[in-house]
């Protein structure tokens, strides 16, 4: 079967770095998403890693291992407006389509 | 941002009931996708399509069927809805949905109340 398995909430405070865990199961793998969701709104595209290794974009990054089924996003100098629901993606070879995780609730505090 | 719009926005409705959702595009994306999300659900996939008259299941289509008759439009439709069936459901669109880079936009979300 396919699982991905994140915290459900996670809290921090503005201006501090915090870490999205992500693990997964999956018949086949070729990448791992993020996707940010604001409350009421709709999910969009953050990263993605297909290779280990990290990819930085911006504030963001992400990482991957492969090796290990898990990957983490990095939130640096966390704003009051990345309080929002996280989630990671895993798209199985196998199928194609899109398995999300079940997400995670950022809240930062002033 | 991508040119995706569902209708309606919000419906109650009651049990038994049939019910179509309405996605539209106006990206020429070839891909497109039901979900539904719902409080520690995350987002689970219900049926996609892969091109006009194209569609396949997803991990919970029991109680949905679809159709794409154009490449801008993709209905969802609940023949007897029931009250399992509350949730959010977005539609989401790709260019391509089976390689590697493939990203997906979502549409606005339509939020369905089944009494």
């Known amino acids: 079967g396919q699982s991905l398995e994140q915290p459900s909430e996670v809290t921090a405070v503005e201006g501090a770095i915090v870490q999205i865990n992500c693990t997964y199961q999956?018949?086949?793998?070729?990448?791992l998403s993020w996707y940010q969701q604001h409350d009421g709104g709709a999910p969009t595209f953050l990263s993605y890693?297909?290779?280990?290794g990290l990819e930085e974009t911006g504030r963001f990054s992400s990482f991957l291992s492969r090796s290990d089924s898990y990957g983490y996003l990095l939130l640096q100098e966390l704003q009051m407006k990345d309080s929002a629901s996280y989630f990671c993606?895993?798209?199985?070879?196998?199928?194609?389509?899109?398995?999300f995780g079940q997400g995670t609730t950022l809240q930062v505090k002033p | 941002d991508a040119g995706i719009t569902q209708s309606p926005r919000h419906k109650v409705t009651e049990t038994g009931t049939p019910v179509t959702l309405r996605c539209h595009q106006t990206?020429?994306?070839?891909?497109m996708y039901w979900y539904r999300q719902d409080p520690g659900h995350g987002l689970r996939l219900i049926h996609y399509?892969?091109?006009?008259?194209?569609?396949d299941k997803g991990e919970v289509s029991d109680g949905y069927s679809v159709s794409r008759s154009k490449t801008e439009d993709f209905l969802l439709t609940l023949e007897s809805a029931t009250s399992s069936q509350t949730s959010v459901y977005f539609c989401?669109?790709?260019?391509?949905?089976?390689?590697?880079?493939?990203?997906?936009?979502f549409g606005p979300g339509t939020r369905l109340t089944v009494l």
């Open positions: 989401a669109i790709s260019e391509s949905g089976l390689t590697s880079t493939d990203t997906q936009y």
């Open positions: 999956t018949s086949g793998f070729y990448g």
């Open positions: 890693n297909a290779l280990d």
């Open positions: 993606a895993v798209r199985s070879s196998n199928t194609g389509k899109l398995i």
């Open positions: 990206e020429n994306h070839r891909y």
């Open positions: 399509s892969y091109g006009v008259k194209d569609t």
